[in-house]
């Protein structure tokens, strides 16, 4: 009975999963009076206890001045809050009536609160959509809550929203691609009556496969941005000593704009159709990219990563269930068992928490000055996942040469782009001096089995 339990809970928290968009949250500023902190709480699985996030206290997030936090699809009891940064301690962001002059609400005592915004009161409120946005200004002793707008609402306005410059007011934001790639391939499980562990697992492993694909569109199209934000600046890194951190290579300020590096002919990893330029480069059709384009490439990135997080955890739940419930009816749709991944190799293991430990932001991105050390760690740890994911798309069988759109396993003999990560058959290749079809980039000289360059 408490297996049947728990497998229940299970394929309900998947369904959530599969068929709604994290809880995004935003804070950014009209001025930089005073340094601002956002403090997120909320609930998640019964007995998992209440969390609370900081984005002061975040290593991933730690900008006074512009933060985003994302939440699960089955995040509830949420709540919202705001402090500065004043002598000695963190002060409260207090209440206003944003319709009367943005004088202090105080509460029936009379007494100045702080300003809370609630969201998702209780479980039932599941289906409720939060893409919500905060506009702080002032300083330190009069710093408020100037806007604030719920973009994914569908329901009437509510009493704290306010954001009279429409040209300027957030819009709701876009499916997460993963989520419209893995519909696409198989809709997800909309009546879980009757439905059993190996149905959900076999829709799981099929979406899984489509979310893949297009994450690793996303990753390469973020890693492009950043390539061409580093060449860029080129001699424009400058060496600055701060504090303990030593030296490091800083920019004083970003350039107004800067050219993507060039796209290959070829098919884009994983995909069997040929990738235009205008995609790869972006929703914005631009050879060009400013550093703004860039970081709304960043947070499309994050926002993209966290659902694969999402799906990812609950294919290899629905896999240890399944084992540990009738492991000789597994059906893996012909692939592996979900189960097999975490009980392989230990780096293997450690692939996939780094994936899972989300998050693209980079310290200091929100004022013009960030160092070439940051760039490049990002761009490192956007090819680590593209190496994870194809590795998961090779368990998968589902991972094709971006050349000739032929099948890639463990055995074949690969060669590797360092520059993206894409692998080619050897065959393929050619000759030593050929260039990545995804990138352009060099290959790697020399060749070996798929499954030695990634253990590698």
């Known amino acids: 009975r408490l297996q049947s339990v728990t497998a229940s809970g299970m394929l309900a928290s998947y369904a959530t999963c599969c068929m709604e968009a994290p809880v995004r949250l935003r804070m950014v500023s009209s001025d930089r009076l005073c340094a601002r902190s956002m403090v997120v709480s909320w609930e998640e699985d019964i007995g998992s206890g209440r969390k609370t996030w900081c984005s002061s ?14 939440l699960p699809p089955g995040a509830h009891s949420v709540t919202v809050q705001f402090k500065v940064r004043g002598p000695r301690k963190m002060w409260d962001v207090r209440a206003v009536d944003r319709y009367n002059g943005y004088s202090w609400a105080p509460s029936k005592e009379g007494k100045l609160v702080p300003e809370v915004f609630h969201f998702r009161q209780s479980k039932e409120n599941l289906t409720e959509s939060v893409d919500a946005v905060f506009d702080l200004k002032g300083p330190v002793h009069y710093c408020f809550v100037h806007r604030a707008w719920n973009a994914g609402r569908f329901t009437e306005l509510q009493e704290w929203e306010r954001w009279d410059d429409e040209d300027s007011r957030p819009v709701p934001e876009a499916q997460p691609a993963v989520l419209r790639a893995a519909d696409a391939a198989c809709p997800p499980l909309q009546n879980l009556d009757g439905c059993s562990l190996a149905t959900a697992l076999s829709t799981a492993t099929q979406r899984l496969r489509s979310a893949t694909l297009e994450l690793m569109a996303v990753h390469r199209e973020t890693l492009r941005g950043l390539r061409g934000l580093d060449e860029a600046c080129g001699d424009l890194w400058s060496s600055k000593t701060s504090g303990s951190c030593g030296e490091a290579l800083v920019i004083a300020s970003a350039p107004k704009d800067f050219n993507l590096p060039p796209v290959g002919a070829g ?3 994983g995909l069997a159709t040929p990738v235009q330029t205008n995609v790869v480069a972006g929703e914005f059709g631009l050879d060009k990219w400013s550093l703004g384009q860039l970081k709304l490439q960043l947070a499309k990135d994050n926002w993209n990563i966290f659902v694969m997080a999402e799906m990812l955890q609950d294919w290899l739940y629905l896999g240890h269930q399944l084992q540990s419930s009738q492991a000789e009816n597994c059906n893996c749709d012909g692939a592996i068992c979900p189960h097999d991944l975490v009980q392989s190799t ?5 692939m996939f928490a780094s994936i899972l430990t989300t ?8 004022s013009c000055k960030f160092h070439q050390k ?5 761009m490192a740890e956007l090819r680590g996942r593209l190496v994870f994911f194809q590795h998961l798309l090779v368990r998968l069988g589902h991972l094709e040469c971006p050349e000739c759109s032929q099948r890639l396993g463990h055995g074949d003999h ?9 692998y080619v058959h050897d065959v393929c290749v050619g000759s030593a001096e050929s260039v990545c079809p995804v990138c352009e980039g060099s290959m790697d000289v020399g060749s070996q089995s798929l499954e030695r360059d990634i253990s590698d």
């Open 359 to 366: 998050g693209m932001s980079i310290q200091g991105w929100t």
């Open 267 to 269: 098919c884009d990893l």
């Open 374 to 378: 940051q760039v490049r760690a990002k």
């Open 414 to 422: 690969v060669r590797c782009c360092p520059r993206c990560a894409c």
């Open 346 to 350: 230990g780096s293997e293991q450690v």
């Open 57 to 70: 206290e975040d290593p991933l997030q730690n900008g006074w001045y512009e933060v985003e936090k994302l």
